[in-house]
């Protein structure tokens, strides 16, 4: 079956440190997607960062990077310099080729960022 | 450019009534995807347009609900004789294309700002 998980229900970090929020998956098609999204308050699906399983490297997006361990089947964000307005919900999210593109999703992890 | 965007933005409406919601995707963008947020169930997958091929409606729920595409852009989701269950969140996403043979980046999918349906 394909999953998502993401252990951590919510998260605190102190502003300007950074945070890494965990994200484990579970496929075996060899080609698939990972994406992290972002919710604030409002409710928007926010894009962040997207990983394809063939990549070399670990993508990354200004304050965003993702820790790609494919042997491990992980996917961590890791947020830099934290924010208050990084507080928000975030979802790991997978897409497989072979499975019309729709995106899995993770249960979301709640980070609260602390003055 | 602009967004995907979706009305309405709220929608209450009395048990047993039709409801319809509208997704207007990112201008040149083939793909077109319906997901469902509530409480209980997280984010679920509904049902995946892709130009003019048949749609992927392997997530809906139940027969009452339904959607279309008309002219490859517009979408809209009908809900017929709503349950209280059917109170969620409904979410439209559209994506560049759909790469079926390998995952890439023009797969991302990108949201709009969600109807809110409540059943009462």
């Known amino acids: 079956a394909q999953k998502i998980t993401q252990t951590q229900p919510g998260m605190f970090v102190q502003e300007k440190e950074a945070v890494t929020l965990d994200c484990t998956y579970d496929t075996s098609d060899p080609s698939y997607g990972l994406f992290w999204y972002k919710q604030p308050s409002s409710g928007e699906m926010i894009f962040l960062i997207y990983?394809?399983?063939?990549?070399?490297q670990n993508a990354t997006e200004g304050r965003y990077s993702l820790n790609f361990q494919k042997a491990r089947k992980s996917a961590n964000l890791v947020i830099s310099a934290s924010q208050l307005g990084d507080s928000a919900m975030y979802f790991c999210a997978m897409v497989r080729p072979s499975n019309t593109g729709k995106l899995i999703f993770g249960q979301g992890t709640t980070l609260q960022v602390k003055p | 450019g602009a967004g995907v965007s979706q009305s309405p933005s709220n929608k209450v409406t009395e048990k047993g009534k039709d409801v319809e919601l509208r997704c207007d995707p990112i201008?040149?963008?083939?793909?077109l995807y319906w997901y469902r947020q509530s409480l209980g169930q997280g984010l679920e997958f509904l049902i995946y347009?892709?130009?003019?091929?048949?749609?992927?409606k392997s997530g809906l729920p139940s027969d009452r609900f339904s959607a279309e595409r008309t002219g490859g852009s517009v979408s809209t989701l009908t809900i017929q004789r709503t349950q209280q269950e059917d109170s969620a969140v409904y979410l439209c996403a559209s994506s560049l294309v759909f790469s079926s043979g390998s995952a890439s980046g023009t797969d991302t999918q990108y949201f709009g700002p969600g109807t809110r349906l409540t059943v009462l």
């Open positions: 201008s040149g963008h083939t793909a």
């Open positions: 347009f892709q130009g003019n091929s048949a749609p992927d």
């Open positions: 990983q394809g399983s063939y990549d070399q």
